[in-house]
């Protein structure tokens, strides 16, 4: 399936100031880009480094004094292993690969050493695998308000646990936190979202698990807003600490960022499969 | 039904220290105390003061350097009415004596201000009154661990509603924030309690509700450990911060309290009606 | 001295709906109201209770639906104690009264058992008395940010003291945890008050100390916005959690409340003397 | 300067359970080992894992049910560069190289967002560099107590700046997340410790700097308790959560471990310069 998407941010600076974007897609097996184009107005230098246990594409600039803004564009080819949500079980922490321990750990948004007593009491009675994690999802989803203003960018797992309201953001910090408690890696995922209405930058996660063709990471969306199918990856990391889409380092005004996400010919419904994004790593 | 009970509490202190004790059991009319005695070795000036709105009675003492105990015994005559819990209902804001809204504020332990949205959904279709405090009762046994050592001093509810393990005073910390996230009004009570094993000063918590005879307060101990009609009522608060039970201000060493409790004559069973301690305030 | 003073308060709610306020002024020796007037639009019925241990004045209505607004007005003559700051000083703990022991325990806002070892060794050195909590007011205005936006209901004294911003309420809650933590007594006190540009309720806190004629209640502003003489209290507790001016119990929209307080006469300038109100409790 | 050092670790568990153990030294042009041995009592097979972007060493066993032990054995040559501290100053955040911004990231135990105001009002005046980041260590070596029994696994530096009392993980948390907040990249580091008393496990950190041979991690230790120049890394993290020595993921006992650090020869005194490990990474 084909997507034409992309963004446009655009800010004023009293004086010149660094930005770290990262909005550029990130490129794998599953996921081709095609066409890709990042300009800055007025024209800047672009420095762009890709981390290479993530394949995050992180790019800076110094932004002059004034209006600036960075226009991002592509075209994608997602082509994710849809799978059967009962052929998808849990991997036995003896058998983990060691590199994806990182993910297990506690996080600043994600305090899953806080969280041990509820995950367990609440869901280690659902059978493991894909399904007690949209078991996970489906329990946000009834039980937390999806709703602006009540969180902010400090808010994390353990306040929205108890407080039952929150953005994508908060959503995905409560099921990655969860999740770790019970033993399942989870990682925070930031995307173009197919199908989110009104667009904008969404959160999801992945979580560990082993399907079919063996182990690897599989997409959740605990908001239920976006198609699975149809996200488009910008960046993984612990939490949203790591994948924040601007980061500007001095004083700065915005304007809402526009972000659009299209489907190339016509899109099949929304999947109730299991996606598994086919990422190397 | 009579108890004989007291407490036996010894500290050792480098130099004389004030102390502040609530150990002495409150007197209204469902409890009636008689052959009190409080005797301190070595003997030591009193000073005493009892709380208007809520009949606590504290004593002051100056500790000399060195060994210091205190020795609290008396007798009571609990005669609490017990009632139909089915016929004890909630009492609409608009209702409630404008005295009681204390105990709808929020405390430095009972956070209710943060629960409410939780306290809602978990507990919002039970029907209000005696059986809805009595859910919340069961919720807290059934999902917190009692366990020594998870908590400490610090703990609070909005940390005990998702560590989910604590002692007494963070069981009724929890419970009496969920009650009032949901309007009712409920205030912490500590207290000799009848076939509690080990003996140990208990806490315990009553909510605000009408019964058949009118509105008043009535008990609650979500730890399902004690009696709920052999609870000798020592003081009452917003949470545990007001009636430590022993507060020194300096430094000081101290042994294990002593504690005791046993009934004059043969008890019934414990009770499964609902208790009120016929208290005035 | 003497001030005219009041509020307009404004809301609409789509059912009728209970409302608590807490707009009316206190009654003491040092604070002498004439010509109080509370009205409400629509007129409705309207239940009053003074808490006997405060003498805050509660008043409780039933809103009917639609537009429903609240206007207090009086006139009241201030004649607090001026005292000249270095006679006042510290109440040790064996002498303070067992009534003001309330203010020394911590609260929903004022966490005073988790700053214990930051306002020891911050504020340790300061001569104890009135010197040392103007110290700590100083400490507060020199290194908390005056901003609106930055903490909202929830924020507490152990978040303040680290994030280091906030409004009124949040520095006296701050104020209020560290005199707390040193042993001196705190409480929370709402008030009109002259000279704070733009006008509105304001939050200030009393602490409990020794003077040349005996022990009582001195105020202090750590936001240094008001003219210490020119406080009207409207209510005293705990913390903010106490002294609401509104409680709504239901859905409703509100306007920003009008607040004025103007000088009869022409008024001294601000005092720097310390202010002891000369009330009974 | 060479040292032998090592540990001994020993548990008891009912069952086969897996651990994971980070207590290999890492390996790097300033830090080469020799004589490296790790057994295990019983043998088991040992399954290995080195983090590219770090450099740590992980260690997977399954532990047979009964006694566990393992033991790690080495010697080491350390060469850090010495240098002049005043030579060692601040990376703009326009020059960092991208690669160490996720150092820059809040994280569990460093929650540097919500410190900003905190750490520039404090801190904001030093002079940048190697010279704020040592104030940094002075304020928290005079102002934080080091003490057991009062921070736990769930401490975090938003505690401590407040609670003022803790370990070397305590400290070198809160170190972090300060000089995140200030901008200055650092992270969490494992270490067998020279002139630790008593000899254990240590916890210190790195900032990122700039020296006369250009950019590059610097160690740190707020405690004061160990030689700079004899700290034997073991890992690197965001904070403690990514280098416990162990973790078992199962029912465990456990004995205090054994951990040593020896000179080989005679060792100078501890060095007072600016140690820079010399690590690639």
Same mark, same amino acid.
């Given at each position: 399936?084909?997507?034409?998407?992309?963004?446009?941010?655009?800010?004023?600076?009293?004086?010149?100031?660094?930005?770290?974007?990262?909005?550029?897609?990130?490129?794998?097996?599953?996921?081709?880009?095609?066409?890709?184009?990042?300009?800055?107005?007025?024209?800047?230098?672009?420095?762009?480094?890709?981390?290479?246990?993530?394949?995050?594409?992180?790019?800076?600039?110094?932004?002059?004094?004034?209006?600036?803004?960075?226009?991002?564009?592509?075209?994608?080819?997602?082509?994710?292993?849809?799978?059967?949500?009962?052929?998808?079980?849990?991997?036995?922490?003896?058998?983990?690969?060691?590199?994806?321990?990182?993910?297990l750990?506690?996080?600043?948004?994600?305090?899953?050493?806080?969280?041990?007593?509820?995950?367990?009491?609440?869901?280690?009675?659902?059978?493991?695998?894909?399904?007690?994690?949209?078991?996970?999802?489906?329990w946000?989803?009834?039980?937390?308000?999806?709703?602006?203003g009540?969180? &902010?960018?400090?808010?994390? /797992?353990?306040?929205?646990?108890?407080? !039952?309201? #929150?953005?994508? @953001? =908060?959503? $995905?910090?409560? *099921?990655?936190?969860?999740?770790?408690?019970?033993?399942?890696?989870?990682?925070?995922?930031?995307?173009?979202?197919?199908?989110?209405?009104?667009?904008?930058?969404?959160a999801?996660?992945?979580?560990?698990?082993?399907?079919?063709?063996?182990?690897?990471?599989y997409?959740? &969306?605990?908001?239920?807003? /976006?198609?699975?199918?149809?996200?488009? !990856?910008? #960046?993984?990391? @612990? =939490?949203? $600490?790591?994948? *924040?889409?601007?980061?500007?380092?001095?004083?700065?005004?915005?304007?809402?960022?526009?972000?659009?996400?299209?489907?190339?010919?016509?899109?099949?419904?929304?999947?109730?499969?299991a996606?598994?994004?086919?990422?190397?790593?």
């Amino acid at each position: 399936m084909q997507f034409i998407f992309g963004c446009r941010l655009a800010y004023r600076t009293p004086s010149a100031i660094p930005f770290v974007f990262n909005i550029e897609a990130q490129q794998f097996d599953g996921q081709t880009l095609f066409d890709e184009q990042l300009t800055t107005t007025p024209g800047v230098d672009i420095e762009r480094w890709t981390m290479p246990e993530s394949g995050n594409r992180y790019v800076r600039v110094i932004a002059p004094p004034g209006s600036f803004s960075v226009e991002y564009r592509g075209r994608v080819e997602l082509s994710p292993s849809l799978q059967e949500p009962a052929s998808v079980v849990e991997v036995p922490v003896a058998q983990l690969p060691l590199a994806v321990f990182t993910h297990l750990y506690p996080s600043r948004y994600c305090q899953s050493d806080k969280l041990e007593r509820f995950a367990r009491s609440t869901f280690g009675d659902l059978a493991a695998g894909y399904m007690r994690v949209n078991g996970i999802c489906n329990w946000i989803h009834d039980y937390v308000s999806y709703e602006g203003g009540v969180s &902010d960018a400090l808010t994390s /797992a353990f306040d929205t646990v108890t407080q !039952r309201a #929150g953005v994508c @953001r =908060d959503f $995905a910090h409560l *099921a990655i936190a969860i999740c770790r408690s019970l033993g399942v890696p989870a990682r925070y995922v930031s995307a173009y979202a197919f199908r989110l209405e009104p667009p904008d930058f969404h959160a999801v996660f992945e979580a560990y698990l082993q399907g079919p063709d063996g182990p690897g990471w599989y997409l959740f &969306d605990p908001t239920r807003l /976006a198609d699975p199918a149809g996200l488009v !990856r910008i #960046g993984i990391g @612990r =939490d949203a $600490a790591e994948v *924040a889409f601007c980061s500007p380092y001095g004083s700065v005004e915005y304007d809402k960022p526009e972000v659009w996400i299209d489907a190339v010919g016509e899109a099949p419904p929304a999947t109730t499969q299991a996606v598994r994004p086919m990422t190397g790593s």
